[in-house]
């Protein structure tokens, strides 16, 4: 599968979780998904998240770990480069937000928290400068304290991915 193809099967599949993520938070009657008053507040992160914050981490892991694991062809520097320079803008806008705050949508963990991290379980590829930004990475160190984030497999007959070769 040629790379554009494969990225394009990738990225079709987002916009579902997000649609799967909302009904069965509503059809359980849990707040995972923010409803009533924060509702716009939920869509305004997953919105910014996906054209920003995770398309940025999304370049670099695509680069440097998707393609290099997959075999893919060469890591393109450029596309390295552009999704650091990304990463750095939206990193420090999502700094400045959760310095004052512990999550994105009110007190408590919500489906934008993880949405918004889609992408940083796999930073050991990417290896994006996240401790550059101290209330992003406390933030983030959050998800990482719930189990369920940190070993989503647990249990489950599921393959290893494969390794990232060189590494």
């Avoid at 939920?42 to 999304?58: H, P, T, V």
């Avoid at 480069?81 to 420090?92: I, K, M, V």
């Avoid at 999550?103 to 949405?115: E, I, K, M, P, Q």
């Amino acid at each position: 599968m040629g790379e554009s193809r494969f990225r394009s099967k990738v990225v079709d599949r987002n916009w579902e979780a997000d649609a799967i993520a909302c009904r069965l938070s509503r059809d359980t009657g849990s707040d995972f998904w923010r409803s009533g008053d924060d509702e716009p507040e939920m869509i305004r992160w997953l919105s910014w998240g996906k054209e920003n914050f995770a398309r940025a981490c999304d370049i670099v892991h695509f680069e440097r770990g998707t393609k290099q694991r997959y075999g893919l062809g060469p890591v393109d520097q450029e596309q390295v480069e552009e999704g650091l320079r990304r990463f750095a803008t939206s990193a420090a806008i999502l700094e400045a937000e959760l310095a004052w705050r512990s999550w994105l949508v009110g007190d408590t963990v919500s489906y934008a928290d993880f949405r918004m991290a889609t992408f940083l379980p796999f930073n050991d590829a990417a290896r994006l400068p996240l401790g550059d930004y101290p209330s992003l990475s406390r933030w983030y160190g959050q998800l990482e304290a719930i189990e369920a984030w940190r070993d989503p497999f647990q249990g489950l007959d599921a393959p290893a991915l494969a390794p990232i070769p060189g590494e």
